[in-house]
């Protein structure tokens, strides 16, 4: 087939689409959902051949260059980014990062503001998703099966030394999975318990609530504005085991009011609790 009519078939299913999208908000939600995940593919496709190119294999300076790609990913859906407090990256040496986790376009608000040298925490079956997982494996992403309590322990304290002994900063999710009830789901220790064995800061990031350009009960997948602050780090020299409790809590609820101010919504109560607790957050692909 001659190259120009390839091009007006793809014109025309792209406007064929673009008209159902407009028509049902559900197919707009699967067709945006699934641009979301090609596009995925296709910066991994980009990503891998540079990074093995530029860096030879597995390390954490092939983050800059997912980064790159991954940044542009906000102009095919209208997204925006406001972020406040870069400078509270700016510690010397190691930290832990933690932010809240509402949806797999959190990948877009990561490589918005993420730091030089930082790694992710990522569950072990993402790296099952083929050239994506290829990408995160080379980036440096540390898998955990979050199925074996001890086998995840383990891991988290290898993190612990590691990454004092090579300057990286680790970026964890506390929550554990992803939550876009417009609430916090309870922390998950893990962060903190590393933060404490390093004996490394601790920066909270906050991201505002999605719910009012993306919601998967309501199918609903819009151009929106996310608004993202860093916090200022919070020190851990001196603290032991016994200081897991409060510090996981002191962040959890200086992150909660946060992101409750950065969501324009009232404070909330102690009492106020996630609206839909099993909403589904993404895509089958990725439970
Ligand atoms: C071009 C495009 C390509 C795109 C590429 C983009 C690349 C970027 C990739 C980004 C990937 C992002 C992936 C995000 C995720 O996958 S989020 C899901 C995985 N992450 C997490 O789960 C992290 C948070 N979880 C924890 O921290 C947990 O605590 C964990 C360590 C996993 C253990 O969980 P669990 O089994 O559920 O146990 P508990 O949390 O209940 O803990 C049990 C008790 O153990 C204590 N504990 C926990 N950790 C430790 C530790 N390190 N040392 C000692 N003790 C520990 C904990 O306190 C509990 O005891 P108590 O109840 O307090 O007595
Ligand atoms: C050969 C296998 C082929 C599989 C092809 C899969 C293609 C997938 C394409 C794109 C996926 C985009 C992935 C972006 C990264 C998302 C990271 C993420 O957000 O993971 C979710 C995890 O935090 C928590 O998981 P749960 O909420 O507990 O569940």
């Given at each position: 087939?001659?190259?120009?009519?390839?091009?007006?078939?793809?014109?025309?299913?792209?406007?064929?689409?673009?008209?159902?999208?407009?028509?049902?908000?559900?197919?707009?939600?699967?067709?945006?959902?699934?641009?979301?995940?090609?596009?995925?593919?296709?910066?991994?496709?980009?990503?891998?051949?540079?990074?093995?190119?530029?860096?030879?294999?597995?390390?954490?300076?092939?983050?800059?260059?997912?980064?790159?790609?991954?940044?542009?990913?906000?102009?095919?859906?209208?997204?925006?980014?406001?972020?406040?407090?870069?400078?509270?990256?700016?510690?010397?040496?190691?930290?832990?990062?933690?932010?809240?986790?509402?949806?797999?376009?959190?990948?877009?608000?990561?490589?918005?503001?993420?730091?030089?040298?930082?790694?992710?925490?990522?569950?072990?079956?993402?790296?099952?998703?083929?050239?994506?997982?290829?990408?995160?494996?080379?980036?440096?992403?540390?898998?955990?099966?979050?199925?074996?309590?001890?086998?995840?322990?383990?891991?988290?304290?290898?993190?612990?030394?590691?990454?004092?002994?090579?300057?990286?900063?680790?970026?964890?999710?506390?929550?554990?999975?992803?939550?876009?009830t417009g609430d916090f789901l309870p922390?998950?220790?893990?962060?903190?318990?590393?933060?404490?064995?390093?004996?490394?800061?601790?920066?909270?990031?906050?991201?505002?609530s999605?719910?009012?350009?993306?919601?998967?009960?309501?199918?609903?997948?819009?151009?929106?504005?996310?608004?993202?602050?860093?916090?200022?780090?919070?020190?851990?020299?001196?603290?032991?085991?016994?200081?897991?409790?409060?510090?996981?809590?002191?962040?959890y609820h200086?992150?909660r009011e946060?992101f409750f101010?950065?969501s324009?919504r009232p404070s909330p109560s102690e009492q106020w609790g996630p609206d839909q607790p099993?909403?589904?957050?993404?895509?089958?692909?990725?439970?």
């Open positions: 087939m001659e190259p120009g009519w390839l091009l007006w078939g793809a014109a025309v299913l792209l406007l064929l689409l673009h008209v159902l999208a407009e028509l049902s908000p559900a197919v707009g939600f699967v067709l945006r959902l699934g641009w979301y995940c090609l596009l995925c593919v296709l910066g991994s496709l980009l990503a891998v051949p540079a990074c093995l190119l530029l860096n030879g294999g597995r390390t954490v300076r092939n983050m800059r260059i997912i980064k790159n790609i991954v940044k542009a990913f906000k102009y095919f859906f209208g997204l925006k980014f406001e972020v406040k407090g870069l400078e509270n990256f700016e510690v010397e040496g190691p930290a832990i990062v933690v932010s809240n986790h509402q949806s797999i376009l959190d990948m877009m608000g990561l490589m918005e503001v993420l730091p030089d040298n930082c790694v992710q925490v990522g569950k072990k079956e993402l790296l099952y998703t083929g050239i994506v997982g290829l990408i995160m494996y080379l980036g440096g992403v540390i898998f955990i099966n979050r199925k074996s309590t001890t086998s995840a322990k383990m891991v988290m304290s290898e993190v612990a030394k590691t990454m004092v002994a090579e300057n990286v900063k680790v970026w964890v999710y506390p929550e554990g999975t992803r939550n876009c922390f998950k220790k893990g962060a903190f318990h590393l933060a404490i064995q390093a004996q490394v800061p601790v920066i909270p990031v906050v991201y505002s999605f719910t009012s350009f993306y919601n998967p009960k309501t199918k609903l997948f819009t151009s929106g504005k996310i608004k993202v602050e860093i916090l200022p780090p919070i020190e851990t020299k001196g603290l032991t085991s016994d200081d897991v409790s409060d510090l996981t809590d002191r962040c200086t992150m946060t101010v950065l324009g099993d909403v589904w957050c993404g895509t089958a692909l990725l439970v």
